[in-house]
């Protein structure tokens, strides 16, 4: 049975900094991509950002350009997000995804393994 596992969400101040971390298990994602995936409170999930599995291409969404940074062990199965700068409109359920169909690094749709996700919140 694959499974996602997210973990370091939590409560921080804005300015503040969270890494968040995915840890697969049940089968090796080795040759996939990676992602994460947000939902805030009355609103769509959305891209965050995505990694190749060679960690060679990077992919995020223009509001967490400069802040946010992925990265992933293979040896471990487990993807990271570094969020720094952290701002209130961060606040939302943190989703990683294994992408194993062919399309493009932004759609959710693209991903077919999903975490339970860990939730960010960022006070003012």
């Known amino acids: 049975q694959v499974q996602l596992v997210e973990s370091g969400g939590g409560l921080v101040q804005a300015g503040g900094s969270l890494r968040l971390s995915c840890a697969a298990s049940g089968r090796t994602f080795s040759g996939y991509a990676m992602g994460w995936f947000r939902q805030a409170p009355g609103k769509e999930r959305e891209f965050v950002a995505a990694l190749s599995w060679s960690g060679g291409r990077t992919f995020y969404t223009d509001s967490v350009k400069g802040r946010f940074a992925i990265s992933r062990d293979n040896a471990k199965n487990t993807v990271y997000l570094q969020m720094n700068s952290l701002k209130p409109e961060d606040t939302a359920v943190y989703y990683c995804?294994?992408?194993?169909?062919?399309?493009?690094?932004?759609?959710?749709?693209?991903?077919?393994?999903w975490g339970q996700g860990t939730q960010v919140t960022v006070s003012s």
């Open positions: 995804a294994v992408k194993t169909s062919s399309g493009s690094h932004y759609a959710d749709r693209a991903y077919d393994y």
